[in-house]
Nanobody
Framework: QVQLVESGGGLVQAGGSLRLSCTAS????????MGWFLQAPGKEREFVFG????????IYADSVKGRFTISRDNAKNMVYLQLNSLKPEDTAVYYC????????????????WGQGTQVTVSS
């Protein structure tokens, strides 16, 4: 099965930026979505961004539009989430995930999950 490992989280000041990385142990099918989710303390895990291995057009949640971007490097089996203009409310555990469906933002569609990486934004 696919193993996903996130990295790049940490503590930053409000207005700062981070780049999160997700490394897949193997290439998923081209139709798969590689997605990012976040889970804030006491909140439900929610969809942030998704991109397929064969498409450069991502899908995203309205809440992060204009501040976060997703990218990928097929040769390295990696996807990235660039977090800009961070706010304290962005504090959460960020998860990388993989879905067999193309460009889905539905949590239940994702079969594989990383362990998560903590992002903490100070005021």
């Amino acid at each position: 099965q696919v193993q996903l490992v996130e990295s790049g989280g940490g503590l930053v000041q409000a207005g700062g930026s981070l780049r999160l990385s997700c490394t897949a142990s193997e290439r998923t099918f081209s139709t798969y979505t590689m997605g990012w989710f976040l889970q804030a303390p006491g909140k439900e895990r929610e969809f942030v961004f998704g991109i397929s291995w064969s498409s450069s057009t991502p899908i995203y949640a309205d809440s992060v539009k204009g501040r976060f971007t997703i990218s990928r490097d097929n040769a390295k089996n990696m996807v990235y989430l660039q977090l800009n203009s961070l706010k304290p409310e962005d504090t959460a555990v960020y998860y990388c995930a993989a879905s067999p469906r193309r460009l889905t933002g539905v949590k239940r569609d994702y079969d594989y999950w990383g362990q998560g990486t903590q992002v903490t934004v100070s005021s």
